[in-house]
């Protein structure tokens, strides 16, 4: 149901605009043609009376004053494409005529002053093909004739014919009878369906250029916003498009400046505190250095060391979310494998399945991190590291298992929380300082990605790090 809506009813703006305008340029040709068609009776009428009543009276008082001997070649002189007439001892057609059939009889009759005879008769007939097979010469003595013939080679297109047929009782007591075809365009002609599909064309053609040309902007505040999201640094945008666009990348221009000069000045304030912080605690250690008790001096400077590395790691932590590195191209297994060398120097047990080469724009120094974070709280909680890379879904994926005990799945979002350890013992030296998960999730979403804790089925857990594909 989703594909069938699709094909209904589009997402893209521009296959949307052009569904609508063939929609209305066909309601529009359905309404032309039946405006056409209501006038082609009114048409068909005016023929009869300016051409098919005249002939046939001109036609009837020649006859009327002439020879027998010189009456078919009259007859024949008169033979026109769709038009032709004979000379017959009967009407060709007797019934009764409808209300539009004694009208054009009267209108004939009032034409034939001065020719004694009977009134004349008239037949419309639909669907009928005239002038086949007609006339009085010898050589058609004593043959039938149907004037209701089907359309051949003097209709090329599809036509809904008719033909009036209109009889004139002769002095003599024979009968004039003349047909005169009139071919009128069906509904839905060859020529609508050619009107309707070069309009189409033409439309679609020039709107899909102009609405491509319009939105160009449009698509370049998408890819800039896209590209904003995660982290980049961007140049800013040109003004262009019609109004309401270059209003709104006038705007993303001013908010990306603003946020960019935020995180700026906030890197300045933290990297100040550093500094700051950094002087005293020095100057601490170097005090406690000269107490004499042991024992005394040795609480103290484990103080001043626990103290340093949390000021540490919270500044790591800022400056993990206002990151200004540089985007670059490099290849996720490379990097990954760049991480697991960096454990196994230290004797971390790290494992890594096969892993495609994968090109992917990031932040390496800061991807590195937040894998680094991973690997390392595998090792610490699972004692081992399996390392593995795919993409699926539209999606590049890192997972990253351990062997440990897992996390309780009520417990699995209080993990991200900076500062959080689920680990009982408040050592640093078996739980560290909590914000391992923390910086690591950062990161990932400056990429615009994605990072899940799984608990797997047996035992241990699975980080997933999901990053858009590009």
């Not at 670059?328 to 790290?350: C, P, S």
């Not at 994968?358 to 699972?382: M, Q, T």
């Not at 699995?412 to 009982?424: G, Q, W």
Request: charged content about 20%; overall charge negative; hydrophobic content about 45%.
């Amino acid at each position: 149901m989703k594909h069938l809506r699709w094909l209904i009813w589009p997402q893209n703006f521009v296959a949307r605009l052009i569904i609508s305008l063939v929609a209305a340029l066909a309601l529009a040709q359905v309404a032309l043609i039946a405006i056409l068609n209501s006038q082609q009776d009114g048409i068909a009428e005016r023929v009869v009376h300016g051409q098919t009543l005249n002939v046939t009276a001109t036609m009837a008082k020649l006859l009327a004053t002439s020879p027998v001997d010189e009456q078919d070649h009259i007859v024949e002189a008169f033979r026109a494409r769709q038009l032709c007439a004979g000379i017959e001892i009967a009407p060709a057609v007797n019934r009764e005529m409808n209300a539009t059939e004694k009208d054009l009889a009267d209108r004939l009759l009032r034409q034939l002053q001065g020719l004694h005879s009977d009134a004349p008769r008239i037949a419309i007939e639909q669907n009928t093909a005239p002038c086949l097979d007609l006339g009085n010469g010898p050589e058609n003595s004593g043959q039938p004739r149907d004037p209701k013939l089907q359309a051949g080679d003097d209709f090329p297109y599809p036509s809904r014919l008719v033909t009036v047929i209109t009889q004139v009782p002769l002095p003599d007591g024979r009968w004039l009878v003349v047909y005169n075809g009139i071919a009128l365009p069906t509904f839905w002609s060859p020529v609508a369906f050619l009107s309707l599909f070069l309009s189409s064309l033409a439309a679609i053609v020039a709107v899909t250029i102009m609405v491509r040309s319009q939105t160009k902007s449009l698509r370049m505040l998408a890819s800039a916003s896209e590209r904003f999201g995660r982290g980049e640094t961007l140049s800013p945008l040109k003004v262009s498009g019609p109004s309401e666009v270059a209003a709104t990348i006038q705007a993303f221009n001013t908010m990306y400046q603003r946020l960019s000069q935020f995180m700026r000045d906030r890197l300045r304030l933290f990297a100040s505190i550093s500094h700051d912080l950094r002087t005293p605690l020095t100057t601490l250690r170097l005090k406690a250095e000269f107490i004499d008790n042991d024992e005394v001096r040795e609480d103290i400077v484990a103080t001043i060391d626990e103290l340093t590395t949390i000021c540490e790691a919270t500044l790591a932590f800022t400056r993990a979310e206002v990151s200004t590195e540089d985007t670059a191209m490099v290849d996720l297994a490379d990097l990954i494998r760049q991480v697991a060398e960096e454990f196994r120097l230290t004797k971390g047990n790290v494992h890594l399945a096969p892993l495609p080469s994968l090109p992917y724009p990031c932040r390496p120094v800061a991807l590195k991190r937040a894998l680094r974070n991973l690997v390392e709280n595998a090792i610490r909680y699972g004692g081992s590291a399996s390392v593995t890379l795919n993409k699926a879904d539209g999606e590049v994926i890192i997972s990253v298992e351990d062997d440990g005990p897992g996390i309780p799945d009520k417990d699995i979002e209080d993990a991200f929380e900076a500062f959080v350890r689920l680990e009982p013992s408040r050592s640093t030296e078996t739980g560290g300082l909590g914000l391992g998960l923390s910086i690591a999730r950062s990161i990932v979403k400056a990429h615009g990605g994605s990072l899940l804790l799984l608990n797997r089925e047996d035992h241990g857990l699975r980080a997933e790090l999901r990053l858009p594909s590009k």
